[in-house]
């Protein structure tokens, strides 16, 4: 799956969306899109002098209280779970790019989300990896949100919720890995096609 940010998520003003009207619950639970942001920094090289891509993801600062968070808030109901993400990421993070995939539901309760429809503040978010083109230098929420481009590990030690470390580990880190390697394999089969073709 991939889903541009600039295809389902146009917009005539930079201006943040408000309020729980279009809200989605679903048995009791608030439903919420966010993303893992993430970028390629320049290469380095490893132990055996190959070249490597270092990986990094955005977090930006809680509105209070200590930790950084992923882009995340309410899918409203004029909207797919894709353009909440990719709206979520705009919106809090000033980037644009493309939802290259689903990373799981992860749930948790928040006592600034208790209302009418859930009670107990109960949250399922659905998290996906946005491999970002875009940062803009201004988005709707840049007064009250600092962003930082951290290494994985860097970023695991940082998040301010236990949900979003395993959406990061358990998720992201994962499927990145697996990416990797699947490209990895692939490359090394076409090397080995171009250096030892079959003799005819």
């Not at 998290?127 to 949100?145: C, G, H, I």
Request: glycine share 8%; net charge negative.
């Amino acid at each position: 799956m991939e889903v541009s940010s600039d295809n389902i998520w146009q917009m005539t003003e930079l201006v943040a969306r408000t309020g729980r009207q279009l809200q989605r619950y679903e048995a009791g639970c608030r439903l919420v899109a966010g993303c893992i942001p993430f970028k390629y920094r320049n290469s380095i090289e490893n132990e055996d002098g190959k070249s490597e891509k270092v990986v990094e993801v955005l977090m930006i600062n809680a509105n209070s209280g200590p930790g950084l968070l992923f882009p995340k808030g309410g899918w409203e109901n004029d909207e797919t779970v894709e353009e909440a993400a990719a709206r979520e990421a705009l919106e809090e993070a000033g980037v644009r790019g493309d939802l290259l995939h689903f990373l799981g539901h992860y749930e948790f309760k928040s006592k600034t989300l208790q209302d009418e429809y859930s009670s107990e503040g109960l949250c399922k978010a659905s998290m996906f990896a946005l491999l970002v083109k875009e940062e803009l230098q201004s988005w709707p929420e840049q007064s009250t949100r600092q962003r930082s481009w951290l290494t994985i590990p860097e970023a695991g030690k940082c998040c301010r919720y236990k949900w979003m470390k395993d959406a990061l580990e358990e998720g992201f880190t994962k499927w990145h890995d697996y990416q990797m390697i699947s490209r990895s394999k692939k490359a090394n089969d076409v090397n080995l096609s171009v250096s030892s073709p079959e003799e005819h």
